[in-house]
T-cell receptor
Framework: DAGVIQSPRHEVTEMGQEVTLRCKPISGHNSLFWYRQTMMRGLELLIYFNNNVPIDDSGMPEDRFSAKMPNASFSTLKIQPSEPRDSAVYFCASTRDRQETQYFGPGTRLLVL | AQSVTQPDIHITVSEGASLELRCNYS??????LFWYVQSPGQGLQLLLKYFSGDTLVQGIKGFEAEFKRSQSSFNLRKPSVHWSDAAEYFCAVGPETDKLIFGTGTRLQVFP
């Protein structure tokens, strides 16, 4: 069974450009999480969805960040416009229900120049 | 407020030596506790978890952890470290699994 799939694995862009990160959760999982990892702040939860509905977006840093989950098998995290301080590794994770383990994808390494 | 503290930023051990990584948490109720490992350039992989029951939890790769409520700790142990264990280790706590709070991580280096 495939794990959590993220694309792209690496993204280099210029300040001001729009960036879209993609995630496909494990089939049958109904919760999806977006995290950001930086040296300074560690691993931070940005937003999570349950049954495609955003439950908690309190970790989203500002309005430049948005996330969607149009169906159970796909989610996007969009940054518009991007800034150099957005450079980080962005992880997606999914879980079957609240008492199960979160499975992480390999991450997208984003560099904003 | 909920929090997780991993007091050791970096630990170095010799291959074959025993290992203990510390994790302390602050949480108002009975926590769900996790240890994850992250190899360079990879995502996080679950080593073990504690929800309830036996306070000594066995995980993958020969790791174990013990939940000590009186000390608010969930330390990770391995009796004999292998070079392939070199990675970063994260402790996490949550009310269940949907609001995990992660520690800052401990980087493990293993010398031959």
């Amino acid at each position: 069974d495939a794990g959590v799939i993220q694309s792209p694995r690496h993204e280099v862009t210029e300040m001001g450009q729009e960036v879209t990160l993609r995630c496909k959760p494990i089939s049958g999982h109904n919760s999806l999480f977006w995290y950001r990892q930086t040296m300074m702040r560690g691993l931070e939860l940005l937003i999570y969805f349950n049954n495609n509905v955003p439950i908690d977006d309190s970790g989203m840093p500002e309005d430049r960040f948005s996330a969607k989950m149009p169906n159970a098998s796909f989610s996007t995290l969009k940054i518009q416009p991007s800034e150099p301080r957005d450079s980080a590794v962005y992880f997606c994770a999914s879980t079957r229900d609240r008492q199960e383990t979160q499975y992480f994808g390999p991450g997208t390494r984003l560099l904003v120049l | 407020a909920q929090s997780v503290t991993q007091p050791d930023i970096h630990i170095t051990v010799s291959e074959g030596a025993s290992l203990e990584l510390r994790c302390n948490y602050s949480y108002g109720a009975t926590p769900y506790l996790f240890w994850y490992v992250q190899s360079p350039g990879q995502g996080l992989q679950l080593l073990l978890k504690y929800f309830s029951g036996d306070t000594l939890v066995q995980g993958i790769k020969g790791f174990e952890a013990e939940f000590k409520r009186s000390q608010s700790s969930f330390n990770l142990r391995k009796p004999s470290v292998h070079w392939s264990d070199a990675a970063e280790y994260f402790c996490a706590v949550g009310p269940e699994t949907d609001k995990l709070i992660f520690g800052t991580g401990t980087r493990l280096q293993v010398f031959p």
